[in-house]
T-cell receptor, first 116, second 110 residues
Framework: EPEVTQTPSHQVTQMGQEVILRCVPI?????FYWYRQILGQKVEFLVS????????KSEIFDDQFSVERPDGSNFTLKIRSTKLEDSAMYFC??????????????FGPGTRLTVL | RKEVEQDPGPFNVPEGATVAFNCTYS??????FFWYRQDCRKEPKLLMS???SGNEDGRFTAQLNRASQYISLLIRDSKLSDSATYLC???????????FGAGTILRVKS
């Protein structure tokens, strides 16, 4: 069964450093997403991406964040200068298309980001 | 008002019990509805999509009431492996953004 994969599973970084989180969405999917979950809190939307551009972003997704699809398979989230409050689990998701049932999103296993 | 609201629980039930979770959502323009389950420190995994006509998948039944903006999940014959957090999730029409509830914790005990 196709699945979303993410690397690394755990990333530890110093405050102010740049991190890049990587995702490989399901191969025939066209819509890609990043969500985050701070420990003990709910899953929050960060950004959606379609046709090589951002289609929607949340208030959390400020200028420190960027996304890119550098090739036909990878989808990355970059945080330019990490802050302590960026510590969270980051989930990548993908879906086949707009509207049901294609809008069902499948999640990767997540990257746990720890900012010291 | 929260966009998606759930009773956090925990629901502590014995094996074999039937348990029901409820959820309300605030955006009447929402188009798609889902239940996901999340195990501790793992990713959300799709349990089932929820349709207006209601749908059943084995021991799980989901219902949607658009007029009341209410979604439910019924689990029959609970198993130990059903212990998890159940997330009510709503998809906004624009941009396919998923909005998550905070989750309902289920603990099934032998």
């Amino acid at each position: 069964e196709p699945e979303v994969t993410q690397t690394p599973s755990h990333q530890v970084t110093q405050m102010g450093q740049e991190v890049i989180l990587r995702c490989v969405p399901i191969s025939n999917h066209l819509y890609f997403y990043w969500y985050r979950q701070i420990l003990g809190q709910k899953v929050e939307f960060l950004v959606s991406f379609y046709n090589n551009e951002i289609s929607e972003k949340s208030e959390i997704f400020d200028d420190q964040f960027s996304v890119e699809r550098p090739d036909g398979s990878n989808f990355t989230l970059k945080i330019r200068s990490t802050k302590l409050e960026d510590s969270a689990m980051y989930f990548c998701a993908s879906s086949g298309g707009p509207g049901p049932p294609g809008d069902t999103q499948y999640f990767g296993p997540g990257t746990r980001l720890t900012v010291l | 008002r929260k966009e998606v609201e759930q009773d956090p629980g925990p629901f502590n039930v014995p094996e074999g019990a039937t348990v029901a979770f409820n959820c309300t959502y605030s955006n009447s323009a929402s188009q798609s509805f889902f239940w996901y389950r999340q195990d501790c420190r793992k990713e959300p995994k799709l349990l089932m999509s929820v349709y207006s006509s209601g749908n059943e998948d084995g021991r799980f039944t989901a219902q949607l009431n658009r007029a009341s903006q209410y979604i439910s999940l019924l689990i029959r014959d609970s198993k130990l492996s059903d212990s998890a957090t159940y997330l009510c999730v709503v998809n906004s029409l624009y941009g396919n953004k998923l909005v998550f509830g905070a989750g309902t914790i289920l603990r099934v005990k032998s």
